[in-house]
């Protein structure tokens, strides 16, 4: 997956600013930054719902600007807020997606139960999602962006709103898929110590442009603290506080989004 100088304005505001990236096979590529960084801005841009002012995204070898449903079919993705149907059971919420993705029949069947076999939730399946934790949920979510079987993910604050057991699991299952199908990964997170858990490369970004990229000892290197935790390098390469373009929007976002999990 490529990113070549993306930009992207609304009126006055430079909310992506010429940013470039390669995200290598099978990895788990973070995405990081404060509210209003343009990390989502960059998502949007690279999932195809919402038009670049320049630059490319390249994934699995198809131009975005050129073969825009062949990226559709190359890729899942996990929205922040709430995408199942809570008064059905978590078998109906995938057949939905299968028969949305043309998947057939008997190959739909076979992939059903096998995502909810690898995301723990077989036992389950035939319960109403309203009757599922938050940490549940969440895996019914990414079960439902992979099976159509992407060759990359995009999971955006995955673990939102769940407790520290919940994350967890969440990380183990999102690990074990991504070993099974050697997907991709792409996530945004604001909790350091899962980006430090899941992702092999970090790239921070600040006021639409890319700060740092790298491993996490590279960019204990690149601000000369062999000791730094991860909320120290975000502190360093993510500016002041002050300079946070996020709003209300965000934040009601967030809280919405955790009271549903929660």
């Not at 990236?21 to 841009?45: D, Q, R, W, Y």
């Not at 028969?99 to 399946?125: M, N, P, S």
């Not at 993910?153 to 999102?174: M, N, Q, S, Y």
Request: with cysteine; proline share 3%.
């Amino acid at each position: 997956m490529e990113v070549r100088n993306l930009s992207k304005r609304f009126g006055d505001v430079q909310a992506v600013d010429d940013i470039s990236f390669e995200v290598f096979g099978g990895e788990c590529f973070g995405l990081l930054g404060p509210n209003g960084a343009g990390k989502s801005t960059t998502i949007k841009m690279m999932i195809a719902l919402l038009n670049s002012d320049e630059g490319e995204v390249v994934i699995a070898g198809h131009p975005l600007s050129r073969e825009p449903m062949r990226v559709r079919e190359s890729i899942g993705y996990v929205p922040q807020m709430l995408s199942v149907d809570g008064v059905l059971t978590g078998y109906e919420n995938l057949l939905i997606f299968g028969k949305l993705y043309g998947l057939r029949q008997a190959v739909r069947e076979e992939r059903i139960w096998e995502i909810l076999k690898l995301i723990g939730l077989e036992e389950v399946a035939q319960r109403q999602v309203k009757t599922y934790s938050g940490g549940m949920i969440r895996r019914l979510e990414i079960g439902q962006a992979i099976l159509h079987r992407p060759k990359v993910l995009f999971l955006d604050e995955p673990t939102v709103g769940l407790d520290p057991v919940a994350r967890k699991a969440v990380w183990e299952h999102l690990e074990t898929l991504r070993s099974h199908y050697r997907m991709t990964v792409l996530l945004t997170t604001h909790y350091m110590e899962e980006a430090e858990a899941l992702c092999a490369r970090i790239a921070i970004m600040n006021q639409g442009s890319i700060a740092a990229l790298g491993t996490v000892q590279q960019l204990r290197d690149a601000m000369g603290n062999p000791a730094a935790s991860m909320d120290d390098i975000f502190a360093y390469f993510a500016g002041d506080a002050e300079n946070e373009r996020g709003g209300i929007r965000d934040v009601t976002r967030s809280r919405r989004t955790a009271r549903r999990l929660g």
